[in-house]
């Protein structure tokens, strides 16, 4: 017995001794990825891509803290959740803890604004189905003040996209006024509105769209953006896939595989970063130079809520719609295995205030829509 006792005792004191490592790992990567948002991509973009695993490595706090709370080690327990309470404020952010809407009377005038990136209207179902487009349908249904889309007619005038073509009587009836043009960037409004600038961000004419809009006698500048994307092909795609594969153990994935991953998904990575460092410090100096007006910012940023081009965006003058108002944690981009929340409603001015945000549940397109409600202060 004593045999056995003494290798038992070997046992539990190496696990113990390779869990306490992987907290303080699990730690440090935990506060690096939650902060490296403040670090500048241009400077060290690989910094910046740590910024992709924070979820993860949240929930691998979460689960070490579950650990140690069943086997009763207080203080390893208080440790991790003093790595966790550094982290609070990205916590927050990627994980919102609001119960209930702010409080609004009868009297309180509201109105709604829909941030959506379509895919082109070319989803599955539009592909398949030359009737009503069920993308188009969802907006419709929300009934929203304002409307901003990315991806919505890249290529033709949206009025000349087949799946549409059944519904613009209504969609014209909804939204007078629109924008008939061929951009990447698209608004529906029930207001009249002028385009202020179509080239905030350089090199970049339609990535990011300003608008003028006078709503109950008040004038609000709507910012409609679609930050770089990775350009992934197919292939890329395909190796994601491969790698992200749970059924696959680890000694599985080959040495080319690794390789291609550092040449090709982080080469890529990298230079998307950087190039939304750039249109992010763009879009801040744009809002800056609005001074105290009324704006409303939204869009597929194609990064998180903790990453350099957020932070920039944001600064300390801009809220974040979900922050303030969601409760838990959501993902707006779904494909290819890539769960994030990427697009973003930011606002600041002294007449508005957001109290209510609703992401949609529609897989019409990669991403799913997201709705705010304002209120006049």
């Known amino acids: 017995m004593s ?53 993860i490595m949240l929930y691998s706090s979460i689960a070490i803290l579950a650990i140690w709370l069943i086997f009763r080690k207080w203080l390893m327990a208080l440790l991790v959740i003093a790595f966790m309470a550094a982290c609070w404020d990205p916590i927050l952010t990627f994980s919102p803890f609001n119960i209930g809407n702010s409080a609004t009377t009868a009297s309180d005038k509201t109105f709604k604004v829909l941030t959506y990136n379509v895919m082109n209207f070319a989803s599955e179902n539009s592909q398949k189905d030359t009737g009503n487009d069920k993308a188009l349908q969802y907006i419709l249904n929300e009934d929203a003040d304002i409307v901003l889309l990315q991806e919505a007619s890249a290529q033709v005038k949206m009025d ?53 809009v006078t709503m109950d006698s008040v004038t609000l500048h709507f910012i409609n953006v679609h930050l770089e994307s990775i350009r992934l092909n197919d292939s890329d795609k395909a190796l994601f896939r491969s790698i992200t594969d749970i059924s696959k153990s680890p000694n599985n994935i080959s040495e080319k595989t690794v390789e291609d991953v550092k040449s090709t998904l982080l080469t890529k990575l990298a230079k998307a970063f950087k190039r939304r460092a750039n249109q992010a410090e763009d ?95």
Do not use: Q
């Open 3 to 55: 045999i056995f006792s003494s290798i038992g005792g070997r046992l539990f004191s190496i696990i113990k001794n390779t869990l306490i490592i992987i907290t303080w790992i699990i730690g440090a990567i935990l506060i690096i990825s939650a902060y490296c948002g403040y670090c500048n991509p241009k400077d060290s973009a690989r910094v910046a891509i740590l910024g992709m695993i924070f979820p």
């Open 160 to 212: 000349e996209l087949t799946p549409l073509k059944n519904m613009l009587p209504i969609l014209d009836k909804k939204y007078p006024y629109r924008d008939k043009n061929i951009h990447d960037l698209i608004i529906l409004s029930k207001y009249p509105y002028e385009v202020t600038s179509y080239h905030i961000t350089e090199n970049a004419p339609n990535k990011s769209i300003a608008y003028k």
């Open 283 to 377: 879009l801040k100096r744009y809002i800056t130079s609005l001074g105290d007006e009324n704006i409303i910012l939204c869009g597929d940023f194609n990064d998180t809520p903790y990453s350099y081009s957020y932070l920039t965006i944001k600064g300390d003058d801009m809220e974040d719609a979900y922050k303030n108002c969601a409760l838990g944690p959501a993902i707006t981009f779904h494909a290819n295995r890539f769960y994030f929340r990427i697009d973003h409603i930011l606002y600041k001015g002294k007449n508005i205030e957001a109290i209510d945000i609703k992401r949609g549940d529609e897989k019409h397109s990669d991403h799913y829509p997201l709705t705010a409600t304002f209120k006049w202060k």
